[in-house]
T-cell receptor, first 114, second 112 residues
Framework: AQSVTQPDIHITVSEGASLELRCNYSYGATPYLFWYVQSPGQGLQLLLKYFSGDTLVQGIKGFEAEFKRSQSSFNLRKPSVHWSDAAEYFCAVGAGNQGGKLIFGQGTELSVKP | SQTIHQWPATLVQPVGSPLSLECTVEGTSNPNLYWYRQAAGRGLQLLFYSVGIGQISSEVPQNLSASRPQDRQFILSSKKLLLSDSGFYLC???????????FGNGTRLTVT
């Protein structure tokens, strides 16, 4: 069965600084990987996804993520964080042979200092 | 365009009372439907998913059940709530692994 680990529960960065949120997955075959963002009290919004091909994927709001098979990682990055990026971020993995269900990590809460 | 409706937004229920949360999707047919629960510090836990009417898969043993009486309706139920059922419940849908998972705005359930 697949699983996802987000090692950092909470991260604080200064506005304008770069950001990297870590995600490690466990799955025997090629995974489908996703990053979602959740604002307080809201549902989740898709930031980006990786299925195959180029291992560096671009998403909305200036985010990107890189799939590294050798490290079983799919870290999320942004070169310059804005105050509006403060939210909770979830990494998720899906399997092609299990319909559309996704398994989510524990989430990383991002705070942005002015 | 597709939309997902989930209600109520908040709910306070006593221990031992029944529960019914409803989720409906508009603008698509035969979606895959999901119920997730979010507890503080524990991320999103997949509770149930359904790939068609009357087809329910349970991911974790628990006090809850799910039903799909119509193609675009997904219901989460309990006969007797426990304190541990408190949490933020999210309904979601997609059309398979290659399509995005769309979430409702969630229901905040507090069991007292």
């Amino acid at each position: 069965a697949q699983s996802v680990t987000q090692p950092d529960i909470h991260i604080t960065v200064s506005e304008g600084a770069s950001l990297e949120l870590r995600c490690n997955y466990s799955y025997g075959a090629t995974p489908y990987l996703f990053w979602y963002v959740q604002s307080p009290g809201q549902g989740l919004q898709l930031l980006l996804k990786y299925f195959s091909g180029d291992t560096l994927v671009q998403g909305i709001k200036g985010f990107e993520a890189e799939f590294k098979r050798s490290q079983s990682s799919f870290n999320l990055r942004k070169p310059s964080v804005h105050w509006s990026d403060a939210a909770e971020y979830f990494c998720a993995v899906g399997a092609g042979n299990q319909g559309g269900k996704l398994i989510f990590g524990q989430g990383t809460e991002l705070s942005v200092k002015p | 365009s597709q939309t997902i409706h989930q209600w109520p937004a908040t709910l306070v229920q006593p221990v031992g009372s029944p529960l019914s949360l409803e989720c409906t999707v508009e603008g698509t047919s035969n979606p895959n439907l999901y119920w997730y629960r979010q507890a503080a510090g524990r991320g999103l836990q997949l509770l149930f998913y359904s790939v068609g009417i009357g087809q329910i898969s349970s991911e974790v043993p628990q006090n809850l059940s799910a039903s799909r009486p119509q193609d675009r309706q997904f219901i989460l139920s309990s006969k007797k709530l426990l304190l541990s059922d408190s949490g933020f419940y999210l309904c979601a849908w997609n059309k398979g692994i290659s399509s995005p998972l769309h979430f409702g705005n969630g229901t905040r359930l507090t069991v007292t």
